[in-house]
T-cell receptor
Framework: DAMVIQNPRYQVTQFGKPVTLSCSQTLNHNVMYWYQQKSSQAPKLLFHYYDKDFNNEADTPDNFQSRRPNTSFCFLDIRSPGLGDAAMYLC????????????????FGPGTRLTVL | GQQVMQIPQYQHVQEGEDFTTYCNSSTTLSNIQWYKQRPGGHPVFLIQLVKSGEVKKQKRLTFQFGEAKKNSSLHITATQTTDVGTYFCAGRLGKDGGTSYGKLTFGQGTILTVHP
């Protein structure tokens, strides 16, 4: 089945120790998104890609970086995790939105739960 | 900034009662999507509404998009314990969706609990 896969599902890191989360997709979607979700809150968009065109949200901290080496894979790097970065990190994909092709639901992966000690 | 507001934040119902969550945007939306997130799970797409005044039904779920394309609602008839979870609306801002490739602005979500 086509899907969005995230690894690892659970990640424990130490304060200030860099961590990388990965996402892969078999849906062949052009657009990939990284969200941060804290308990009882809505997913907060960090950045998104259309192919290799990178779009950063204005309020995404510089501590968060992303790479998309090819269509299938996307990585989230947290350079110096703080206690406030503990959260669920969700990867999602969709087709490109256009005024002709405007049905572009987002498919979410299962998420990586990050704990910062 | 541009926001999508969702109310109520929490809703507790007895099984069999109806449930409604409302979503309002400060700006016109090109379309709106609804997602459900089960406890411990990830958001799962339910439906997308595109046209002004559009109404869509999925079994016990009825979705509406306002005439001005600034508000939407999800109504569940006769809730069941399987309806438990958080329901999010997510809108694409702007009349034509802009050039954001597919970016959505999520409402805060409504957490639904159903007592058997």
């Amino acid at each position: 089945d086509a899907m969005v896969i995230q690894n690892p599902r659970y990640q424990v890191t130490q304060f200030g120790k860099p961590v990388t989360l990965s996402c892969s997709q078999t849906l062949n979607h052009n657009v990939m998104y990284w969200y941060q979700q804290k308990s009882s809150q809505a997913p907060k968009l960090l950045f998104h890609y259309y192919d290799k065109d990178f779009n950063n949200e204005a309020d995404t901290p510089d501590n968060f970086q992303s790479r998309r080496p090819n269509t299938s894979f996307c990585f989230l790097d947290i350079r110096s995790p703080g206690l406030g970065d503990a959260a669920m990190y969700l990867c999602a994909t969709s087709r490109l939105y256009t005024q002709v092709s405007y049905y572009n639901e987002q498919f979410f992966g299962p998420g990586t739960r990050l704990t910062v000690l | 900034g541009q926001q999508v507001m969702q109310i109520p934040q929490y809703q507790h119902v007895q099984e069999g009662e109806d449930f409604t969550t409302y979503c309002n945007s400060s700006t016109t939306l090109s379309n709106i999507q609804w997602y459900k997130q089960r406890p411990g799970g990830h958001p799962v797409f339910l439906i997308q509404l595109v046209k002004s005044g559009e109404v869509k039904k999925q079994k016990r779920l009825t979705f509406q998009f306002g005439e001005a394309k600034k508000n939407s609602s999800l109504h569940i008839t006769a809730t069941q314990t399987t309806d438990v979870g958080t329901y999010f609306c997510a809108g694409r801002l702007g009349k034509d969706g802009g050039t954001s490739y597919g970016k959505l602005t999520f409402g805060q979500g409504t957490i639904l609990t159903v007592h058997p």
